[in-house]
């Protein structure tokens, strides 16, 4: 069964710094697709940025980038510029037939 | 355009009612998805379905939790005999079809709590 780990359940970081969020999973399966979601308070779940397990560039979405090392089955995802807007829970997810979630991060942007 | 559509928003309801929640999809999209997410915790697959079968019902939990897709649109998650830790927020997607690649775009979810 794959699962997915995200061991820092909250983070913080100072406007217009960087912060990187981590990401492990486990699966043996070769193709599947890696993802990061943001969700508010609103509870509505905002995709960030996905990575397809067969390309080897990492995506890259505005301020939002990621570190994807296949072998390692490693996905961290790094804010850039964070701005205040950026509160919320982020979660990494796994998807070859169905999506797994990690049990997420907390991040805390600060004036 | 609209997107997906989660109703009611909030359900209060007792221990051992039966209880049903539904999902409004983006028009087109014939992939759905249902989740349940406890709190503090990430959401957790319950059920697919590409069209009207069910594609993969493998994290219903147990078969108190059933869920339809008639028409390939609307899906209807029902809960019989609620527990209390029945209680979180049921989350809904939907994607153009079942392909990873085809983003999934999320409900805001139904609270339910079971007293």
């Known amino acids: 069964a794959q699962t997915v780990t995200q061991s820092q359940p909250e983070m913080s970081v100072q406007e217009a710094e960087t912060v990187t969020l981590s990401c492990t999973y486990d699966?043996?399966?070769?193709?599947?697709?890696l993802f990061w979601y943001k969700q508010p308070p609103s509870r509505q779940m905002i995709l960030v940025i996905r990575?397809?397990?067969?390309?080897?560039q990492n995506a890259t979405e505005n301020r939002f980038s990621v570190n994807f090392q296949k072998a390692a089955k490693s996905f961290s995802l790094k804010i850039s510029d964070s701005q205040l807007g950026d509160t919320a829970m982020y979660f990494c997810a796994f998807m070859s037939n169905d999506m797994r979630f990690g049990a997420g991060t907390r991040l805390t942007v600060k004036p | 355009g609209a997107g997906v559509s989660q109703t009611p928003s909030n359900k209060v309801t007792e221990k051992g009612k039966y209880v049903e929640l539904r999902c409004d999809p983006i028009?087109?999209?014939?992939?759905l998805y249902w989740y349940r997410q406890s709190l503090g915790q990430g959401p957790e697959f319950l059920i697919y379905?590409?069209?009207?079968?069910?594609?993969?019902d493998s994290g219903l939990p147990n078969d108190r939790f059933f869920a339809v897709r008639p028409e390939g649109s609307v899906s209807t998650l029902k809960i019989q005999r609620t527990e209390r830790g029945d209680s979180a927020v049921y989350l809904c997607?939907?994607?153009?079809?079942?392909?990873?690649?085809?983003?999934?775009?999320f409900g805001p979810g139904t609270r339910l709590t079971v007293l």
């Open positions: 379905f590409q069209g009207t079968g069910a594609a993969d």
């Open positions: 990575q397809e397990a067969y390309k080897q």
């Open positions: 997607a939907s994607s153009l079809n079942t392909n990873g690649y085809n983003e999934q775009f």
């Open positions: 028009s087109g999209h014939t992939a």
């Open positions: 699966t043996s399966e070769n193709n599947y697709y």
